[in-house]
């Protein structure tokens, strides 16, 4: 039986385009783009290809892009490079309580170096208040980070008034946009952002490869260093069929962005519109409007995320879920509970994230199929029993 | 998932689903928070378990431990079902995942919660039936 992936947040196949450009860096093109010979010059000459096309997704210039191994890599790099270059001008940075762990987790490493943190409330919907912003700056503020959209509800962030206010309060603004890059569109030369994050494998580029945009006469702290690499701010040598791969998968995201959403956010509103016909005790997470186009996500009450991703699984329907229990750390979705779900309800987290090549009848076959999963596993709940008990 | 055949055999279809109507001994245990919650029902004769029935809110793993369990317990004497560890519960699972381990102490844990109540409830009766 064919397979159905309803997991793009996880990563997104790689296009055909993307491949067909890289596969001669993989197979054939060899060469050390810090070479000075032949071979050199040719694996050089796409790197700046690609940063070129990468800078014409987000509107920057192809000097202000930085190759990353990762979103994350990208994300510890502005964290902690701006939190070095920037420490004498104060300590304190503020985060939303939201963000990616790549962020959180930088930070906490931070703390212990001395710097302190900010954590921005948000609202059941998972939007961060500007005015929050506003009032989270002191005087030795240096940094501010809110993602553009967040992976696990898809909530998209009012990012322009953030970074209105971080320039004109004179504090840096970095944003975590791998979730929203290439579905979202965005303009860095027109709202005041100091540094965005992206990578390849959401938007059908590959993994292993990210980039961050750095304004220019930024000042960041690199964390690998080593040879001139990336203007002496990211050693190592490139990861060229990747960087090919990324510069592609940017290419094709500004030809194809329009046409794509209007694919996705038509499956993604027949989902938030038809699940709830079939089943109770449901709950979208995020924001109904202000949300990624590829992006449905739902709490389920009285059951687990794990077992539900195991039985559609068998269905060979393939989703995420922010439940302990698939989660590696064992902790349920920092998301979730910072919007203010109860444990019990964030533990039955399901999310739907589509693929351009996903169809209508995909979500038909879901639909058919998921219900009775839900049936089964709830007669199985005492909480759900006890639901009911208490009703009678 | 890295679960084995069996773990997969039994969250699919799982053993002694359900609730006993009055029965001689309940345990919970767990909560949502750690993530998993289990509720066991046993019902005793002769000091024997004669029927074991689990209702639970969890992952695959917490839900295939909860069927062993109650498999592993039906039938057998008061003093034989407080023998059943969390270690043989994963073993008779062709083992469980490192980060699944805890689940297997919740099945073993409600299962002996349920037997305590039952004694509890059994040294009440004894009780009362020794002041008449």
């Given at each position: ?212 945009y750095l304004k220019k006469r930024t000042k960041i702290i690199p964390l690998i260093h080593g040879g001139m690499q990336e203007e ?50 449901i709950y979208l997470t995020g924001h109904p409007e202000k949300r990624l186009p590829y992006h449905a996500s739902f709490c389920i009450?009285?059951?687990e995320g794990e077992a539900m991703l195991l039985s559609l699984d068998l269905k060979n329907i393939a989703v995420s879920s922010g ?70 | ?132």
């Open positions: 039986m064919k397979h159905i992936y309803f997991d793009s947040i996880a990563g997104t196949p790689v296009h055909p385009e993307v491949w067909k450009e890289m596969e001669p860096f993989i197979k054939v093109e060899f060469g050390n783009p810090q070479s000075l010979h032949s071979f050199g010059q040719k694996t050089r000459k796409v790197i700046e290809k690609a940063r070129e096309r990468i800078a014409n997704l987000i509107g920057a210039k192809k000097e202000e892009i930085y190759f990353t191994s990762s979103g994350s890599e990208a994300n510890n790099f502005a964290i902690k490079g701006l939190a070095f270059a920037y420490q004498n001008k104060g300590r304190h940075i503020i985060l939303s309580s939201i963000e990616h762990q790549s962020i959180l987790n930088s930070a906490k490493f931070l703390e212990k170096l001395g710097f302190y943190f900010s954590y921005l409330p948000v609202d059941r919907y998972g939007l961060v208040d500007p005015d929050d912003v506003r009032k989270s700056i002191k005087e030795d503020t240096i940094l501010v980070s809110v993602m553009w959209a967040n992976s696990e509800v898809g909530t998209i962030q009012p990012i322009k008034e953030i970074a209105k206010i971080c320039q004109e309060r004179g504090v840096l603004f970095h944003t975590d946009a791998v979730a929203a890059v290439g579905y979202v569109p965005i303009d860095v030369s027109k709202i005041g952002i100091d540094s965005l994050s992206l990578a390849g494998s959401q938007m059908y580029g590959p993994k292993g490869i990210g980039a961050l002496g701010k990211r050693a190592g040598t490139e990861n060229v069929a990747g960087i090919v791969g990324l510069g592609k998968a940017a290419e094709l995201s500004i030809r194809k962005m329009e046409e794509r959403n209007k694919k996705l956010m038509k499956l993604r509103d027949k989902i938030i519109k038809e699940f709830p016909e079939k089943v109770n005790y009450e009285y059951i439940s302990a229990c698939v989660s590696r750390t064992l902790r349920v979705s920092h998301v979730l509970l910072a919007m203010g779900y109860p444990h019990a309800l964030a533990q039955g987290s399901i999310i739907f994230s589509f693929i351009e090549n996903n169809t209508e009848e995909e979500i038909d076959y879901l639909l058919e199929v998921f219900p009775p999963i839900i049936e089964r596993l709830r007669e199985m709940s005492p909480l759900y029993n006890k639901h009911f008990s208490k009703k009678e | 998932m890295d679960y084995s055949q069996k773990v997969m055999e039994h969250f699919l279809n799982p053993r002694n689903v359900g609730k006993i109507e009055n029965p001689d001994g309940i345990g919970e245990v767990g909560n949502p928070i750690c993530g998993d919650m289990m509720t066991f029902y046993i019902k005793v004769k002769d000091n024997r378990i004669v029927d074991v029935k689990f209702q639970t809110f969890g992952c695959g793993a917490a839900i295939a431990v909860s069927s062993m369990v109650s498999e592993m317990a039906k039938g057998k004497t008061i003093e034989e079902a407080l023998k059943i560890t969390n270690k043989k519960v994963a073993k008779e699972l062709g083992g469980l995942p490192k980060n699944k381990l805890h689940c297997s102490n919740l099945g073993a844990d409600a299962l002996h919660k349920a037997i305590e109540d039952y004694l509890r409830k059994k040294g009440k009766k004894y009780a009362k039936g020794g002041k008449k």
